[in-house]
């Protein structure tokens, strides 16, 4: 049995302020994210030392397949290679050696020296791989074979994102002793703290070793407690004989603290576990573990308490790709995002709909934003068969079944292993939307979402296993009380079933509000404007507007562009109007057009920025009058390197353009730019007929650029990535999708209008006396056909409506003095040149109609989605 020291330092002002930090620690981790070899397709030999690749583009990381990506609804989809030549002393085989990925999609090939070390798949989690094995002495050749092809077999099959592929990611390089502390190997927990009331609370720390010294020895581990100014606060010593190639759990629990500092989003303040361990007097690893003091409690009937108070959170939903760059961000346009979300006044995030980046989860810490971490198990409206990401979200083919569920099982095992202790997540949640699931597939859903659900307990009893995006199926089918809490996404905040469900819940999307920069000067409240919804119930924990930032997506620009901030990361005015009302912060006042006359060029940061693919700089584009004030003219701009070190996602240029996926709107362009060398960066700003303007960045942490010396920065003119496909793909929709109405009958919901069943039926109430139904299929579609079912035979008077925006509706079909008898209604609109759009279906009932009440008992809308 673990022997456990309790060591307690708090009696004593001297002891408090000693400092425990090592300086020295004999593990190496080192940021490799520089100078890779990248060529895109598939590559016989490429894992080989002696393969050839001069003639392959020269990156960083990280990196996707689809740079430059602005936008696009397509992508590639197949396979690249990356390698890496890395060098090894004699010491540092005597270490073990170990990759670590943060994040590549979605299955990577890893080969050391021609040799296949390991293979992951799973597009969202981190892995290690030991590499000790292949190593020599000298030059080392690192490869990895990645592909991005989907998989009926593994999760997500289905998502409203974009897929894209690469190491997008940062790696490391990291070396430690035969016997070390493991990946991700220490778990910290503070098991008193909710009883106490945050006064006190012992803190518990669980750490993983391993010994692949190949012989059993005495090792001691040391744990000691930091608090946020460095101070050491507690410690534990632990003896433990670990026996050959063998992993030891050890538990170390310290006596109980006080006098703590509480991490809430208004001061986040974080403590630190150093685990120091030795082989006698032989310090043979070191590691860091950043932690929080903080309780909360999720309950049904009054909300979300964090540290015994009540908050009643404001959020958003946040993807994590950005304009150019796609998936493959750095750690700082991370925390700009959050500190943007932040800064308008949100302090809960909803990690939309994978497991993000540690550096994520660490910003989120750091800047004091509560984040609801979210396992890849994903449903989108309108599926078709499968083969790409629109399939159903739990496989119609038995013999995927097996191994989706050990997919899903083992990214939501990753994913709480890496991020389990940032003080900042408040809910480990299962999926969004499964239910977009083939009828025949449901039962597997509830299955395997039982199975998430207890594993997550499992691994970590301490948080609760959301059920995100649980508002289908309606009945005795429903999924959203198989986990601890649920989220409802869309209209299911405002469904009966769901309006108080016994549970702790949340709105977990609203608004869905598609606009272009700059937008209006509103909420966006969506499905929440009806009856003051927003304002919330006492039940409600909180709502997260969908979404924080335009993103990429198969569904097309209807849906990407939904944010109230852009792609480019520039706030629409919609961002500004929370930022009033959250934060009591008045809008700036809006450029109106004039006379452009010349540019102005900001930085994010002019110095110090680290040349590791971690750091980069946003410069913003501004176009300004004659006596210096902006003007929403939106004139082509180039910014171009003129001198240095650098690059932009297109190459050393970029050009922004009014009618472009590289947009200039409102007088204002932006986009990130970053370096893998150190030195001076001059960036010119220039349109014709104005006064141009420059900045100059200053790289750091790599090796200096020398003109002539250093790699060239490929030119990578930006394309839209277009897909061959053999005809135009027509999707339905209907079934599951969002449904509002004016009203409606006890038990006759309007989600029962669009739930797969035509034995079911919405109806309006009695006394509604301009009766409607509306669907969102929530894509902007070419329709082409929708299916009018109702209950039973009848005379029934109304008309049917189709838009994009809800503000203007053209009439499809005008049946408001119907007299004959129907049960079905056929409305073919492919016919014509003119094309119809829409995303919204609506179906107004005649407000004197004598013949039959306002009923349907099934919509269902074909049609192809739109850029």
Known sequence: MTKHLFIFLLGLLGLSSLCAQNTFTPRKNININREWKYARGDYNGAEQPSFNDTAWETIGLPHSFSIPYFMSKDFYVGYGWYRKALDLSKEDLAKNIFLEFDGVFQEAEVFVNGRLMDTHVGGYTGFTVDISSAAKQGKNLIAVRVNNVWKPNVAPRAGEHTFSGGIYRNVRLVMKAPVHIDWYGTFVTTPDLGKNKGKSSVVKVETGVCNRSGKAERFKLVTEVLDPNGNLIAKAETANVISANTDKHIEQVTEPLDNLHLWHPSHPSLYKVVSSLYKGKELLDSD??????????????KGFFLNGEHLFFKGANVHQDQAGWGDAVTETAMRRDVCMMKEAGFDFIRGSHYPHAPAFSKVCDEEGMLFWSEAPFWGIGGFRPDGYWNSSAYPVNPQDEAAFEESALEQLAEMIRIHRNHPSIVAWSMCNEPFFSAPEAMDGVRRLLTRMVDLSRQ????????????????????????????????????QPDFLNPGIPNVVSEYGSTTAERPGEYTPGWGDLQKNDTWKGFPWRSGQAIWCGFDHGSIAGSQLGKMGIVDYFRIPKRSWYW???????????????KGIPSQIKLEATQTAGVRADGTDDVMLIVTILNEEGRPVSNSPAVTLKLLSGPGEFPTGTSITFEENSDIRIADGKAAITFRSYYAGTAVVEATSPGLKPARAEITFTDAPAYVKGQSPVVKERPYVRFTQEKNGEIEQTFGRNNPTFASSREDGKGAGLAADGNKGTWWQAAKDDKAPDWMLDTEKGLVLKHISITFPRPGVYQYKVEVSDDQVNWTIVSDAL?????????????????????????RITFRRDAAWMPAALAEVEVRGIVRE
């Open 288 to 301: 860091e573990t950043t932690f929080g003091f903080r309780w909360f409690e999720w309950t049904a009937d």
């Open 459 to 494: 691994l970590d009893p301490t948080r609760p296993a959301a059920i995100g995006g649980a508002q289908r199926p309606l009945g005795e089918e429903r999924i959203d009380k198989i986990g601890d809490i649920v989220g409802y996404n869309g209209d299911g905040a405002t």
């Open 578 to 592: 929370y930022r009033n009302e959250y934060k009591q912060v008045d809008p700036p006042e809006w450029a109106q």
């Open 817 to 841: 003095d119907n007299s004959s008898e129907e049960v079905q209604k056929e409305i073919d609109l492919s016919g014509g040149d003119a094309k119809i759009h829409g995303r919204f279906v």
